[in-house]
Each structure stands twice: as structure tokens, then as C-alpha cells.
């Protein structure tokens, strides 16, 4: 396909579609507030429980006097091969680090293939060993698994769901529901990296400094910032709908408001510059390999050392804080000192992102 033809097929492709619809839309695949009220009317009462009903990245389960943390996440992003990973290692990184936001260790995974007929086995070989690498990286191992094939132009290549287990051996209780007035917001790092990767690749664009997705396992960055003895209430990773939307639902989860330093928030100046190119906003594109820490104000410094201490948060700063707020609404303080409202993501800024 021609460049001009993929940007534009880019271009149409994440228009704001109206609330009211007989069939599912891409946005409702966005992660922000098509996916919720997605959720919200057809999943949450057809199979409603109190594990369910927290709306966290995971479920924690108290099995025989223990706690286990247990996710699945499916994966469709598009091109399969972009700069800095692939649909391997974001099936597994992106499992991992749901299991991580609970705090928990990750210990297992499990790996579901949806293969198209044609599809390349050569490209099936690099995505597998992409994610043995990506797994012994995490130190973690896929013990079982499934493959179904589908008739040639119903996948498009290949799709993966992976599920994960891992234990939880900290007696914190961090969740979305657990932010609280007070509290300060920490950030790892720039934001909007593998939302910009995935952009450029679609678009075909040529930028002087190179970026690549973020992708990365962030379990060992948790762990370190539990073992500084910090009181964390939250950690959430950014992915779909990006630092906005997953802190607009921590804001109504946990029935809270939240406030923004815009000047705190690090995004790269290549990231930055193909944001403004598309009409992106960095605060709504996808990382995959980020986090939100909710904590609570005493322990911030600690926590934020303990994060800078590790490659993964060596740029983590402070960008907000919690406070009361009967509406639940997230407010970015601009650089200019003016105030906005962020919202969570309406329809799809980029689907198939993840």
C-alpha cells in the first residue's frame, strides 16, 4: 500500500462515533469511555461479582491462606513488527505488567494463538522467539496454551491472548478504588512512546530521532518501590487511552479528584513533535512500559527514590496530586497556569494499538 494510501486510511480511521449504536465500533475497542460504558451495560451484570466489580487490571484471589493475582489481556496490534518490540513481547510484557499493578510477583502465563491461513511461518518463528526472550526476561514461564487457525482474511495474521498468574506477598491493599485525598500521582516515565511507535509505523513517517515503543516488564520496578516501605494505593499502567483515561478511572473509582502539573509531565521532543503533526494528544496515546503510582504523601520521597534507582524509573517525578472533588474530574494545570478539564478518551484516537 502506497504511503498516501495509508494515512489516509489512518486519517479515517478514529473519528468520535455517536453513543447511540446497534454494533460494535472500533472505539468501543479504545480503552476510554466507549469501552466502559461497553462494560459497564453488557459484562459487569451478566457476570457482576465483587471480584469483578473492582474494575482493576486483575483479580486478586485468596487462595489457601495465600494471595494470587490473575489477568488475561488479548492482543491485535497492527503492523505486528514496529520499532522496539512486537506482538510477542507485548503479549507478554503487557500480561506481566497487569499482574505487576497489582503488586504482585508474576510466576506463570498462558498463550492462546488466532492464526490466519497464509500466515508466514517465518514471521510465526520471530514472534514466538520474541516471546521466550520476553518471558525469560520477565522470569516467567508459559506452561500451556492453544492454536486455532481461521480461514485466510479473518484474523489478519495473527492474534494472541495471553493469561497470567503471579503471587501477591505484601499485605497492602492497591487498587483503583484506593486513591485518596491527599495522595500524590507519580509517573515513571515520558509518556506516549509506543502510541507515537505504532502512529509513525501506520503512517509511514520519517522523523529525524528515531522512537521506539516503551514496551517493557515493570514487576521488578514495583517490587523496589514495595520493598522502599511505601503505602501505595494505586498503580495503574497507562496503556489504551493513556495516562488520562487511567487516571480518570482511578478519579471514579476511587470517587476522588485529581490535579495535574503539565510541566511534570515528560514527553519527548520527537513523540511531541509527531503528537502535533496528528492532532494527538500525548496525554490520551498508549505506553507500554509506564506507570501511575497513587501514595500516600508521607511515603512519596521514598517510593520515587526507589523508583530512579532502576532503569525503568529513572525519569519518575511527582506529577499531581488527589483531592476532594464530588464531580471525580481530573484538571491539568497548563503551563501557562490556566486550567483544563481532562476527560476520559472519547472514541478511538488509534485502534489496534496493543
Keep these: 500500500?502506497?504511503?498516501?494510501?495509508?494515512?489516509?486510511?489512518?486519517?479515517?480511521?478514529?473519528?468520535?462515533?455517536?453513543?447511540?449504536?446497534?454494533?460494535v465500533l472500533l472505539g468501543h475497542g479504545s480503552g476510554g469511555k466507549m469501552t466502559a460504558d461497553l462494560i459497564a451495560r453488557y459484562f459487569l451484570p451478566a457476570f457482576r461479582n465483587a471480584y469483578l466489580d473492582r474494575l482493576d487490571d486483575q483479580a486478586v484471589l485468596q487462595i489457601a491462606g495465600g494471595r494470587l493475582a490473575f489477568t488475561t489481556d488479548s492482543h491485535v496490534v497492527t503492523p505486528l513488527f514496529f520499532p522496539g518490540g512486537d506482538i510477542g513481547m507485548l503479549a507478554v510484557n503487557g500480561t506481566v505488567n497487569d499482574l505487576a499493578m497489582a503488586g504482585a510477583r508474576p510466576l506463570y502465563l498462558s498463550a492462546a494463538f488466532i492464526l490466519e491461513e497464509g500466515f508466514p511461518l517465518a514471521q510465526l518463528t520471530r514472534i514466538v522467539e520474541s516471546m521466550s526472550r520476553a518471558a525469560t526476561k520477565a522470569g516467567v514461564l508459559l506452561v500451556t496454551g492453544d492454536t486455532k487457525v481461521v480461514d485466510r482474511g479473518k484474523a489478519d495474521g495473527c492474534f494472541i491472548t495471553t493469561s497470567g498468574v503471579g503471587v501477591v506477598a505484601h499485605d497492602l491493599e492497591i487498587t483503583a478504588a484506593g486513591a485518596r485525598p491527599g495522595d500524590v500521582v507519580i509517573l515513571s516515565g515520558a509518556i506516549a512512546e509506543h502510541g507515537t511507535t505504532i502512529m509513525a509505523a501506520r503512517a509511514d513517517l520519517e522523523v529525524e530521532s528515531p522512537i521506539e515503543s516503551d514496551s517493557a516488564p515493570l514487576h521488578e520496578l514495583v517490587q523496589g518501590m514495595l520493598e522502599a516501605g511505601g503505602e501505595i494505593h494505586c498503580l495503574r499502567d497507562p496503556t489504551r487511552g493513556g495516562v488520562a483515561t487511567a487516571l480518570n478511572e482511578i478519579?471514579?473509582?476511587s470517587a476522588v479528584g485529581i490535579v495535574l502539573e503539565e510541566e511534570a509531565i515528560l514527553v519527548k521532543e520527537p513523540v511531541r513533535g509527531i503528537c502535533e503533526i496528528l492532532g494527538f494528544d500525548p496525554l490520551y496515546v498508549a505506553n507500554e512500559g509506564k506507570l501511575l503510582a497513587v501514595v500516600a504523601q508521607a511515603s512519596a520521597d521514598n517510593v520515587l527514590s526507589a523508583m530512579r534507582r532502576r532503569s525503568e524509573g529513572c525519569d519518575a517525578r511527582i506529577i499531581g496530586g488527589v483531592v476532594d472533588d464530588p464531580d471525580h474530574l481530573v484538571v491539568l494545570k497548563t503551563r501557562v497556569r490556566g486550567r483544563r478539564v481532562v476527560d476520559m478518551l472519547q472514541g478511538d484516537q488509534l485502534p489496534r494499538i496493543c
Design 251 to 253: 478519579a471514579r473509582q
Design 1 to 23: 500500500m502506497s504511503s498516501s494510501g495509508r494515512t489516509a486510511g489512518f486519517a479515517l480511521s478514529c473519528p468520535i462515533p455517536l453513543a447511540a449504536t446497534e454494533s
